[in-house]
């Protein structure tokens, strides 16, 4: 009887430290738009590897940005068992691109949701300081159905000319944090367009609310930067999007997955075969493509020292 106990005891345990246990991502992907499409990187071709790479690698909550409302609701049709949370930039409702929070529904309960644009005037559409764009940040307070753990994710995109403005919107999301989030945990996603040696970044890395889940990941796989300019061949060391997370998260791996597909060469000559595989065997030369113009990153928290 006490093995049977004990047993049960270490699977609920076993149970329990999985549930704690999040995959979360920050994914550009792309607003959808007719000049992708003639280079060849159009959005219905990219739009089933993007929900594949997001269900293979199974994110359990995850941050998106340029995402247009038709483009939203076709990646939800590709996601079963997600739900979201975000509106347009434009308008505060269905305009513009959004900085949506996708999550599973299964996992979370969603206890509150929110958003403000990145500007002096926070409650509704503008733009700030020096930014070209209306800028909007995402967030919400999430409980872990498992574990009743309760954390916040924010998402957001910063403006990519505004100098002032992403440095101003870095301390307003701070305040913000602050002033929301009390001592819960928090995930902070996005694109910053800022990399890791630029003072905005510092803004946040060196501002003892936040860390950048690379710097403190146990285990670390980015062999490239984040934004490949849809040219699989290219190669930086800048990251400009990034995961932050309050000193509780415990950060176990952080990943940027620089995945390619395939796209034929229609022309003839272009099969190969060598001495070096079995006869039967063809391979045939195609085109390399990456879904988005960004790579996703992919971070795998613990909030098991969360109380």
């Known amino acids: 009887m006490k093995r049977v106990y004990f047993l049960l005891l270490f699977l609920c345990s076993?149970?329990?430290?999985?549930a704690q246990t999040l995959t979360v991502a920050s994914y550009n992907i792309r607003y959808k738009n007719e000049e992708d499409s003639i280079n060849g990187n159009g959005w219905y071709q990219r739009r089933p590897i993007i929900c594949?790479?997001?269900r293979f690698n199974d994110f359990d909550i995850f941050g998106s940005q340029e995402v247009l409302v038709n483009?939203?609701?076709?990646?939800?049709?590709?996601?079963?068992?997600?739900?979201?949370?975000?509106?347009?930039?434009?308008?505060g409702k269905e305009a513009g691109e959004?900085?949506?929070?996708?999550?599973?529904?299964?996992?979370?309960?969603?206890?509150?949701?929110?958003?403000?644009w990145l500007s002096t005037i926070t409650d509704k559409?503008?733009?700030?300081?020096?930014?070209?764009?209306?800028?909007?940040?995402?967030?919400?307070?999430?409980?872990e159905k498992a574990s009743k753990k309760k954390f916040w994710f924010l998402n957001l995109h910063m403006d990519h000319i505004g100098v002032v403005a992403r440095s101003e919107s870095s301390k307003l999301v701070i305040s913000k944090i602050k002033e929301m989030c009390g001592k819960d945990p928090v995930i902070l996603a996005g694109d910053f367009n800022t990399d890791q040696?630029?003072?905005?970044?510092?803004?946040?890395?060196?501002?003892g609310i936040l860390k950048d889940s690379y710097e403190v990941a146990q285990i670390r796989y980015a062999l490239n930067g984040t934004f490949n300019n849809f040219d699989p061949t290219l190669k930086t060391d800048s990251r400009i999007d990034h995961i932050f997370v309050?000193?509780?998260?415990?950060?176990?791996?952080y990943g940027v997955l620089t995945d390619t597909y395939r796209t034929p060469i229609v022309e003839s000559g272009t099969d190969v075969k060598s001495g070096n595989f079995p006869k039967e065997v063809s391979l045939h030369k195609y085109v390399a493509r990456v879904p988005s113009d960004h790579f996703p990153v992919k971070v795998q928290i613990s909030l098991n020292g969360v109380k």
């Not at 929070?101 to 958003?115: D, E, R, V």
Request: net charge positive.
């Open 71 to 91: 483009p939203l609701h076709e990646m939800l049709a590709g996601l079963p068992g997600y739900s979201y949370i975000g509106v347009g930039r434009d308008d």
């Open 14 to 18: 076993l149970s329990l430290l999985q």
């Open 197 to 207: 040696t630029h003072d905005n970044y510092k803004v946040l890395a060196n501002s």
């Open 246 to 253: 309050t000193p509780s998260v415990k950060v176990l791996r």
């Open 52 to 54: 594949n790479l997001i």
């Open 125 to 143: 559409p503008n733009r700030g300081w020096d930014a070209v764009l209306p800028r909007i940040c995402t967030w919400g307070q999430f409980q």
């Open 98 to 116: 959004y900085a949506p929070i996708f999550y599973k529904t299964a996992k979370f309960k969603l206890l509150k949701s929110g958003h403000f």
